[in-house]
T-cell receptor
Framework: TQLLEQSPQFLSIQEGENLTVYCNSS?????LQWYRQEPGEGPVLLVT?????EVKKLKRLTFQFGDARKDSSLHITAAQPGDTGLYLC????????????FGKGTHLIIQP | KAGVTQTPRYLIKTRGQQVTLSCSPI?????VSWYQQTPGQGLQFLFE???????NKGNFPGRFSGRQFSNSRSEMNVSTLELGDSALYLC????????????FGPGTRLTVT
């Protein structure tokens, strides 16, 4: 069973601060996806990283896939209250045959 | 394009009853996956359907079942409900399924009393 561990589980910071959340596994994934979920809604896909060492930027969000394709990080610069939500990482198995394995998520609260 | 829709959004059932949840994927998407989300376990994969066939299955008891119709719409059924089945049930559609990018519906909040 492939497990994805996310840290921290909970994070509450002030508006304007920077933060990083992590997604780690002992297994290799063919790709890794990051989602954001707001209360009462389904997760929304933010980004997919495929290549080891890949870095993708989405405005103030920077996503990195580890060289060995076992871990990933999400860095938010100058966090805003609108960034509040549950951030989930999900790994895809080799060939996509096993579906997605989700981490339990990081609950992020940005206080104004 | 319209997004993934799920019905109903909220449901309250009694232990021992059964329930059917419905999901309409994004037009053109042939894969539908179902997940159970709880505060303790997070998002757990139930099963995936592609072209009316179950392609992958998670580690859930046989009380959880599903099917997919020729128009890609999918239903999920849970029989003999238990208190622990209370959760948010999410449906996600994808062009090809498997580990490809998935688009989630808003979920059905099931409460079992």
């Amino acid at each position: 069973t492939q497990l994805l561990e996310q840290s921290p589980q909970f994070l509450s910071i002030q508006e304007g601060e920077n933060l990083t959340v992590y997604c780690n596994s002992s297994s290799v994934f063919s790709s890794l996806q990051w989602y954001r979920q707001e209360p009462g809604e389904g997760p929304v896909l933010l980004v997919t990283v495929v290549t080891g060492g890949e870095v993708k930027k989405l405005k103030r969000l920077t996503f990195q896939f580890g060289d060995a394709r076992k871990d990933s990080s999400l860095h938010i610069t100058a966090a805003q209250p609108g960034d509040t939500g549950l951030y989930l990482c999900a790994g895809a198995g080799g060939g996509g045959a096993d579906g997605l394995t989700f981490g339990k998520g990081t609950h992020l609260i940005i206080q104004p | 394009k319209a997004g993934v829709t799920q019905t109903p959004r909220y449901l309250i059932k009694t232990r021992g009853q059964q329930v059917t949840l419905s999901c309409s994927p994004i037009s053109g998407h042939r894969s539908v996956s179902w997940y159970q989300q709880t505060p303790g376990q997070g998002l757990q994969f139930l099963f995936e359907y592609f072209s009316e066939t179950q392609r992958n299955k998670g580690n859930f008891p046989g009380r959880f079942s599903g099917r997919q119709f020729s128009n890609s719409r999918s239903e999920m059924n849970v029989s003999t409900l238990e208190l622990g089945d209370s959760a948010l049930y999410l449906c996600a559609s994808s062009v090809s399924g498997g580990g490809y990018e998935q688009y989630f519906g808003p979920g059905t909040r099931l409460t079992v009393t």
